[in-house]
């Protein structure tokens, strides 16, 4: 698959995660690659708090491949996708630092 398209099919799931998390405080989400090209998506909640409860949660990983294949990104992506989540107030917390 060209880059350009999985990095458009990368990108239309975004927002479908985004709505279907935002009842645990998800507010935003990105992607990166890593270093070896892999995607890492990047989870935005508003507080530490909700940053945590979220990390505990064993259903979100999941939830989040599922929306990825759901939109087309190749199966071998989703299954060695990493997940981070991070949060405003964290961020805003190291940058004051």
């Not at 060209?2 to 009842?23: I, R």
């Not at 409860?53 to 939830?63: C, D, H, K, M, T």
């Not at 989540?85 to 961020?91: F, I, P, R, Y």
């Amino acid at each position: 698959m060209a880059p350009d398209a999985f990095d458009k099919q990368l990108e239309a799931a975004l927002v479908p995660m985004v709505a279907s998390l935002g009842g645990s405080g998800v507010e935003s989400a990105h992607w990166l690659p890593d270093r070896d090209g892999h995607p890492v998506v990047w989870l935005r909640t508003r507080t530490r708090a909700e940053r945590e409860q979220l990390e505990r949660q064993s259903w979100v990983l999941p939830q989040v491949q599922i929306i990825m294949t759901r939109l087309g990104v190749p199966h071998d992506s989703v299954w060695g996708l990493r997940l981070e989540v991070t949060s405003t107030e964290d961020e805003e917390r190291l940058l004051t630092e």
